[in-house]
């Protein structure tokens, strides 16, 4: 199957494609536009040519459009859900319960912002009064990784489009089927021609070119670290507004005293799902587990147990936890690590192979698919790569700690600072934490559970910036105050 860029509301083709493979069965299936300087020149004039029109409507109309994505992005879940997964690895329930509705929700929550958003005022003298008004900026570049596709580019679209802004939107080069398909949502739910643009292809061409463009004053991007930083070195001297959402190495924090709300099982349970949900490609899976020493062996044990019994496997199949990998190239990255910790002769508690055997009900032969067993490596030292680098993948490390003190520093002592999740039934303990974690996002006794009127970003090297409710407005408008006086002024 072959998709396009979506210019100026029409299809529009490119001379080159890329091959997208389905990294089940490591064959191509979708053949992807490897756009340049021209198509994004393209996508940027139609962006540019479309934003008066589409600032200047009603907030209520700009809502009731993001709406109608919403309601086209739910009646056609099962399509997006299953393209999810034949791009990207992850499991057809996976996306279906958690990334499609969340791309949905998206759009309605920010039409339901616009729509009740209020500016403020501030009174000088019986005469003479201040008001912000928050403005468009112009056309928002909008950079999205492979690992929550659609979830992370309509994160980014549908703030850009509410607060009026009109956009060119480069996917992943890997995973950029949903977003065609976002595309057809878009148009059949009238968004008019060239507000929003999609430009496929490689990072260093389409995603460069998006970013050198004059008339793109606005970056908004999310993937790794060493991209961001290129984007900033070239962001920074065109003055170009930027949010860069990058990666992460959370910790996981285990007290005992957890076992006062939850059973041991429902604890390994739940810091399993964290840390391999999704194949552990989401940014802000904990990666890091640390565990009170008093409970390292009971909670060990049962952690094992709970890994050892998620089902890697097809990922059209409802039992699969974990489906493969997104790519040869990362399967080969992850696998280094894997390999580092069995050279310097680390204790593997489980995984550290390919799977042997990979049920399917579809009958797919799945032998050349990008396949790891969820892996737990054991009593890491903190100078190892395994301990500081981002794996983003399915290896995580297991390590004790004896006080608060002890844990605190060993979770800060990363460049990363995207999130960090705590379990213990201490509510001192919790607060107390909360404040000395180096984190954007600290959850306590839960992970992932988003607010979307929440910051979302990172500190250190997971980013520069938030996005959330309120956030989102502050970076995709511009404050004007406006100083009103009337009449002449009173001697
Ligand atoms: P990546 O940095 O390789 O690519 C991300 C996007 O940037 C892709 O669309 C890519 O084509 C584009 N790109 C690459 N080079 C570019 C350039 N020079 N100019 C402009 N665009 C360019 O990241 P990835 O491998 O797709 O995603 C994985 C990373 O994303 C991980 O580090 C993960 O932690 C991070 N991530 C962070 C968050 C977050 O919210 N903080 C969320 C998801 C993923």
Not at 270 to 294: D, H, K, P
Request: charged share 25%.
């Amino acid at each position: 199957m072959r998709i396009s860029n979506f210019i100026g509301g029409e299809w529009a083709s490119t001379a080159e494609y890329i091959s997208s493979v389905n990294p089940s069965t490591g064959e191509p299936y979708l053949e992807v536009p490897r756009s340049g300087e021209n198509e994004v020149a393209a996508a940027v004039q139609a962006a540019k040519s479309a934003f008066p029109a589409w600032r200047s409507l009603r907030a209520e109309e700009r809502a009731d459009i993001l709406d109608r994505i919403a309601d086209g992005i739910d009646a056609r879940l099962s399509e997006f859900a299953q393209m999810e997964s034949d791009d990207q690895g992850k499991p057809v329930s996976l996306a279906t319960s958690l990334d499609i509705p969340r791309a949905a929700l998206n759009f309605r929550f920010f039409a339901g912002a616009i729509r009740h958003e209020l500016s403020h005022a501030a009174p000088i003298d019986a005469r003479t009064f201040s008001y912000v008004r928050r403005e468009p900026i112009g056309v928002a570049g909008l950079i999205s990784p492979w690992n929550l596709p659609l979830y992370l580019l309509t994160w980014k679209i549908a703030p850009a489009l509410a607060y009026g802004n009109t956009c060119v939107a480069k996917p992943s080069e890997w995973t950029s089927g949903t977003a065609w398909l976002l595309a057809k949502v878009m148009k059949e739910a009238g968004l008019p021609a060239g507000v929003c643009n999609l430009v496929f292809g490689y990072g260093h061409e389409a995603g460069q070119a998006l970013v050198e463009h004059e008339d793109v004053p606005l970056i908004s991007f999310t993937g790794g670290t060493v991209t961001g930083r290129k984007i900033a070195e070239t962001a920074a001297p065109r003055l170009k507004k930027l949010s860069l959402e990058l990666g992460g190495k959370n910790p996981t924090i285990v007290f005992k005293d957890a076992l006062e709300m939850f059973s041991v099982q429902e604890l390994a349970k739940n810091v399993a799902r964290s840390a391999f949900l999704n194949q552990g490609e989401i940014c802000l899976c904990g990666s890091r587990l640390y565990v009170e020493e008093t409970f390292y062996d009971e909670f060990s044990e049962a952690l094992v147990r709970e890994v050892k019994a998620l089902t890697v496997g097809d990922p059209r199949d409802a039992s699969s936890f974990m489906g493969p990998l997104v790519s040869s190239e990362h399967l080969a990255k992850v696998s280094s690590y894997i390999q580092h910790a069995k050279d310097t002769g680390l204790k593997i508690l489980c995984g550290g192979e390919r799977p042997t055997a990979l049920p399917s009900s579809t009958g797919r032969d799945l032998s050349k698919g990008y396949f790891v067993q969820p892996t737990i490596v054991a009593d890491v030292p903190e100078s190892s790569r395994l301990q500081k680098e981002e794996v983003f993948g399915p290896v995580v490390t297991l390590s004790r700690f004896k006080s608060e003190d002890e844990v605190v520093a060993l979770a800060n002592s990363t460049r990363y600072g995207l999130s960090a999740s705590l379990w213990t039934n201490s509510l001192s303990r919790a607060h107390g934490m909360a404040a000395r974690l180096e984190a954007g996002t600290v959850w306590i006794n839960g992970w992932m559970i988003r607010d979307l009127r929440m910051p979302f970003g990172g500190v250190k090297d997971s980013g520069l910036g938030r996005e959330g409710q309120m956030d989102s407005l502050h970076f995709f408008t511009e404050p004007k105050t406006v100083c009103v006086r009337f009449g002449r002024q009173e001697k």
